[in-house]
């Protein structure tokens, strides 16, 4: 297992890079219609497009539109092909109130208005999340295949401890993780942030010293877990304190605080692997 003990430096306001991109996703980022965002683990500053930090997310919700006859101004003077728009206010009224006036239409919910505005080829820092009773939800995570634990905003990994000397993997079959081979042992972790960079513990939270299920569904593939209050840890083994299920590695470091073996096991398994493009959504009932 790869552990990187560097602190993430703290930054004085929350802000997303975007491109204009009608072309073909950029490895490492997320498209949504025609804008890409978020920063690739390579090649974001020598890729072709022209990127743009977007405005502060601190004092508001953001709406990112394309802009196909670069009509706007960046900062540094060049012709920009994305515009921003910003509520007056970081609560989900205020951000309604901004999508509302926009493109005129009478949405009650951020939630509604996230999924309208995505669908129709805008970008939002607003993120979904709900809560009913004991259950819990939020999306804007994706796979990586890093043998490493999910070092970066956003990352889900499952990585694969060797039980022998040699390797180990990121692999995308969920439906390996709590279970062990001749091989491998086979593990969960979770990035404290989602993509956007928010800060996403008050809800992963639920998976530490409860008992419960845990689902993972991206598009039509989805896998549930059951997990008792010792599956999970939280702890500072890599960027953003990652939350994990790991049978070999634990809050100590090797063989220290690990998750006992059934712990976590597969009460339904995905019909396939999960991929590196799509988003992944997460849903968490405890009991």
Do not use: C
């Amino acid at each position: 297992m790869i552990y990187n003990l560097s602190k993430k430096l703290l930054n004085m306001s929350t802000t997303t890079p975007f491109a204009y991109n009608p072309g073909s996703n950029i490895p490492g980022t997320q498209k949504v219609g025609n804008i890409s965002f978020g920063t690739p683990d390579s090649g974001f500053e020598s890729s072709s497009l022209k990127w743009w930090n977007g405005p502060d997310e601190d004092l508001g919700y953001i709406i990112t539109k394309p802009d196909p006859d670069g009509l706007h101004i960046g900062g540094d003077e060049a012709q920009a092909y994305l515009g921003f728009r910003r509520s007056a206010a970081k609560t989900e009224a205020s951000f309604i109130e901004l999508a509302n006036n926009m493109f005129n239409q009478n949405f009650t919910t951020g939630n509604s208005a996230k999924t309208w505005l995505n669908n129709n080829g805008y970008w939002t820092s607003w993120v979904t999340s709900s809560s009913s009773g004991n259950s819990f939800n939020l999306g804007d995570y994706k796979l990586s295949t890093q043998y490493a634990p999910a070092p970066n905003n956003g990352d889900i990994t499952f990585p694969a401890h060797p039980l022998v000397s040699g390797q180990g993997l990121g692999v995308t079959n969920p439906n390996l993780v709590g279970t062990a081979d001749s091989n491998y042992k086979y593990q969960l972790y979770i990035n404290a942030n989602d993509t956007n960079g928010n800060d996403r513990s008050s809800v992963l939270d639920q998976l530490i010293g409860h008992a419960g299920t845990l689902t993972l569904t991206q598009g039509s593939n989805s896998v549930t877990y059951n997990f008792t209050n010792q599956a999970f840890n939280h702890a500072n083994v890599g960027p953003n304190s990652p939350y994990f299920y790991d049978s070999q590695f634990g809050t100590g470091g090797p063989g220290t605080g690990t998750s006992p073996l059934g712990s976590l096991t597969v009460l339904s398994a995905s019909a396939s692997s999960f991929n590196t493009s799509d988003p992944i959504s997460i849903s968490i009932t405890t009991v």
